[in-house]
């Protein structure tokens, strides 16, 4: 049936350059110590007790890269992106990469990058506690977050540039030094979405971005609204 189930000690990185097209590979739980490249269509699925991917090497813990790429985490916590570009999460090219119930957490940067046109859903996510942004956008790429938190990240929750597009749908975006910042051209949907408590701004659009905002609630940030 494509799944795959990987042995306790198994390297991840070695499952993912032998896995069929769209297989799914069932990950054990607990801390699994290894940086990832993901550059063909595969799905990860964490153990319902917890996994974590920590990174190992200076860069991004998980790295998606291609095009034509369907890829998705499932039930997973990322973590120890490290040095320069150590996001929790990048992704670049043009894949389409679906998150659920993903936590990225205690990176050195942005808990989730992404460019070039790629696609990226998220459902149940949770962007907190990154040593930069919790979300960062650019370059066209296309991003759908519902029931998700973006939190305690130390710069912006939401950083996007450059004709990038975002809806956000029932999420909370709290507890930053700033929450949404959108520049040079991005479309920027949100609905029934909470943006409060950051020390800073709550949304800032600039050079010719758009916002479209429905039923959310922009309130108790430090500066402008």
Request: one cysteine or more; proline letters at 2%.
């Amino acid at each position: 049936d494509g799944r795959v189930q990987l042995p306790a000690g198994s390297s991840i990185r070695e499952a993912v350059a032998g896995a069929a097209p769209d297989a799914v590979i069932e990950l054990g739980a607990g801390i699994l110590r290894e940086s990832l490249v993901i550059d063909r269509s595969v799905t990860l699925r964490g153990a319902a007790e917890g996994t974590t991917i920590e990174g190992t090497a200076s860069g991004p813990a998980v790295r998606i890269s291609g095009t034509d790429l369907r890829v998705r985490l499932e039930n997973l916590t990322i973590a120890g992106g490290r040095g320069w570009n150590g996001h929790g999460i990048q992704i670049e090219g043009s894949p389409s990469v679906h998150l659920d119930a993903v936590t990225s957490t205690r990176n050195a940067w942005c808990g989730l990058w992404a460019t070039d046109k790629s696609v990226v859903t998220l459902r149940r996510c949770r962007l907190v506690e990154n040593g930069t942004h919790g979300l960062y956008t650019w370059d066209f790429a296309r991003i759908e977050a519902q029931e998700c938190e973006i939190s305690r990240n130390r710069t912006h929750a939401v950083l996007a540039f450059h004709l990038s597009e975002l809806w956000l749908r029932d999420c909370v975006v709290s507890a930053n030094l700033s929450g949404v910042c959108v520049w040079d051209g991005v479309r920027f949907h949100a609905t029934t979405t909470t943006v409060t408590d950051n020390a800073l701004c709550g949304l800032v659009a600039q050079n010719g971005s758009w916002l479209d905002l429905s039923g959310c609630e922009v309130s108790r940030n430090g500066k402008n609204g």
